[in-house]
């Protein structure tokens, strides 16, 4: 049974044929493809590309999750999220990358870091992957923010952030997925 899913799936596969590069950012690459969908006809896909990104939930010895608020320009307000941020362009090492994320946005360092998993914020368009960590040991430090990042921290205790996800007071996607996964992971 599980053999003919993978065939089903198999048949499922889009073929790349083509790609237009349409711009070339900062941040955001994004090129049109032609692919070749599976039953033989010609299709266009706009992928925005991304190099990969991390999110952290940092859980204190008290059991609270060291949270950030910061503006997003796209909604025009401030969000609660978990720390995270963007793989540099040749940066492989998640695990590295969330270290650096932890201690820049937070100031925090952890003894121990655990990977729980893989989120894709929007696999229609967009090619980002974002790898999951849940810290521990903290031990608190001084920030070291880029030129532009402003941000506040606060800890919350891990059952109020899930009552503020549940309640839609936090909307951000990988806290979301992040913050819930480790809540059924940990047993917390």
């Not at 073929?15 to 994004?30: A, K, N, P, S, T």
């Not at 362009?89 to 650096?100: G, I, Y």
């Not at 696999?123 to 521990?136: F, Q, R």
Request: include cysteine.
């Amino acid at each position: 049974m599980a053999e003919n899913k993978k065939n089903l799936y198999e048949s499922f596969k889009e073929i790349q044929v083509g790609r237009e590069e349409i711009f070339d950012g900062v941040i955001v690459h994004l090129v049109r493809d032609t692919v070749i969908i599976p039953n033989g006809s010609r299709a266009t896909r706009e992928v925005c590309l991304h190099h990969g990104a991390v999110c952290i939930v940092p859980i204190t010895d008290e059991g609270e999750i060291v949270m950030e608020r910061q503006f997003r320009y796209p909604f025009g307000k401030v969000l609660w999220e978990i720390p995270a941020g963007k793989l540099d362009k040749d940066e492989f090492d998640h695990l590295e990358a969330a270290k650096r994320e932890l201690r820049e946005e937070t100031g925090y360092t952890a003894e121990n870091f655990t990977f729980i998993g893989e989120y894709y914020p929007s696999p229609a368009i967009l090619s980002e992957s974002i790898h999951m960590y849940v810290a521990t040991g903290l031990k608190k430090g001084e920030q070291d923010l880029d030129e532009d990042e402003f941000l506040d921290v606060s800890k919350i205790p891990f059952d109020d952030v899930v009552k503020m996800i549940l309640n839609n007071e936090i909307t951000d996607g990988k806290t979301q997925a992040a913050v819930l996964k480790a809540k059924l992971l940990l047993g917390k």
